[in-house]
Every structure is written in C-alpha cells, then in structure tokens.
C-alpha cells in the first residue's frame, strides 16, 4: 500500500481493523493484538505483559489525551524503549530505524490503530516515532526511562513531513506544538546526533 488513494480507501469509517498500512515490520518493533475479555459487567484487557518478550522494560506509564488532527513527534531517544496503545479513537503511528546495526536500518513503516480493537505497539529506542489523531483519543504510552531523567538530554526530534523519513502520511495539515513546527530536519537530526544515513 502505497500512495494516498489507497491510503483514503483503507481509512474510510468502516475499517475498524488495526493494521500496518505501509512499510514492513522493523527489527525488535511488536504491534500486539491484546485479548478484551467481555461480560455483561464491562470488559477486561491486559495492557503489557513481561512474558511477551518485548524490549520494554517499564518505568513510567501516561495517559495523553490528544485532540482531533493532532500529530505529536517525530521523537528520537537514544536511550530509551516506547510503548504505545491507543485505547479510544483513531490514528497513525509512523516509525523509522535509525539504528545502524539493525537489520531494517532506514526502513520506514506506518500503522493504523483503532481503540476499538486494542492492540500495543512496542519499539526500541532508536526508532523516530510520531503519532497523528484522525479525531479525539486517548492512548496510554509508557517508556523504559523517566521523562525527568530523558528529557534534558534524550528527547530528540525532526520535523514530521520531511521526505527523507519515508513515511507515506495521507494529506493532513495537523495541529503541532511549537517544537514541533520548528523541528529540524532529519538530516541535521543526524548530525546532531552522530548517525549516519546510507539508506
Ligand atoms: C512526554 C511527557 C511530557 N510531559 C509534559 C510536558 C509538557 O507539559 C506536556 C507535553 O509534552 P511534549 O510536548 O514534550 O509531548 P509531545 O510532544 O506531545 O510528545 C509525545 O509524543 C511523542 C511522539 C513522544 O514520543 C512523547 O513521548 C510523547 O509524550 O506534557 C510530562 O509531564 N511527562 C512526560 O512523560
């Protein structure tokens, strides 16, 4: 899948279904599709599990609440791994590697997720991420270090419509903070953090 007809034709309200939409799988990344256990009380889901055998070691969980169009990223740590599960509403997440000793190295990929079918996603530091909200939502995240402790020297980012992340986002003009809107480019991201881009 891989232009923005097709994209509008996967994003119509009727697909309820969490799915990579475009791209390949990365290295040590893991869309898990979570079991809702359903009575007549409610329901029940385990959100993360040790067992699974992910990167993710938690230390810190969120919940952000995101208003309609909005995009937060793109985010680079180098230190730390990211969980992501959207439990209400519509979105996507788009991932490139930017590890060099990884398989997938400068391979990008783009998932979309409905909070209607939970599912996590979980991926390694070294992977910019960002996260765009077709409408109102809500999704829990956690990371593997204390913002406290990452953010003054290991929240990187770049600017979410550079071409050179690869990532077919549909056409949308998204409410960004201010960071964002004048976040560099990916290349002087690079630079700026000693990576180099050969892909
Ligand atoms: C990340 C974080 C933020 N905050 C506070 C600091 C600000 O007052 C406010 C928004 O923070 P920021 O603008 O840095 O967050 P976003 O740019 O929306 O970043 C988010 O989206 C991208 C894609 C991510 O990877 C981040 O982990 C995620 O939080 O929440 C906290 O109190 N704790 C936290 O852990």
Redesign the pocket.
């Known amino acids: 899948m891989t232009n923005n007809a097709s994209l509008k034709a996967l994003l119509k309200p009727m697909n309820k279904k969490s799915i990579l939409l475009s791209g390949s799988e990365l290295h040590e990344t893991n869309l898990v599709f979570l079991k809702e256990s359903e009575d007549e009380r409610g329901s029940f889901t385990e959100i993360f599990q040790k067992d699974w055998g992910t990167v993710l070691n938690p230390v810190?969980w969120?919940l952000?609440r995101?208003e309609q169009n909005?995009l937060?990223?793109?985010?680079l740590?180098l230190r730390h791994d990211?969980y992501f599960c959207l439990i209400e509403g519509h979105c996507l997440v788009g991932l490139k590697d930017m590890r060099p000793e990884s398989p997938t190295y400068g391979k990008s990929v783009l998932y979309e997720l409905h909070g209607s079918e939970l599912s996590a996603l979980i991926f390694p530091r070294g992977v910019i991420?960002?996260?765009y909200f077709f409408r109102q939502s809500i999704h829990i995240?956690a990371?593997s270090e204390?913002?406290?402790h990452y953010?003054d020297d290991d929240?990187l980012?770049c600017y979410w419509k550079d071409p050179e992340l690869n990532i077919n986002w549909p056409e949308i003009n998204p409410i960004l903070?201010e960071?964002?809107r004048n976040a560099p480019s990916l290349s002087e991201l690079l630079i700026a953090t000693g990576i180099s881009e050969s892909v």
Do not use: D, F, L
């Not at 937060?72 to 985010?75: A, L, N, V």
């Open positions: 810190q969120s952000v995101s909005v937060r990223g793109m985010h740590h990211e991420h960002g996260w995240q990371v204390a913002y406290h953010n929240n980012g903070s960071k964002a």
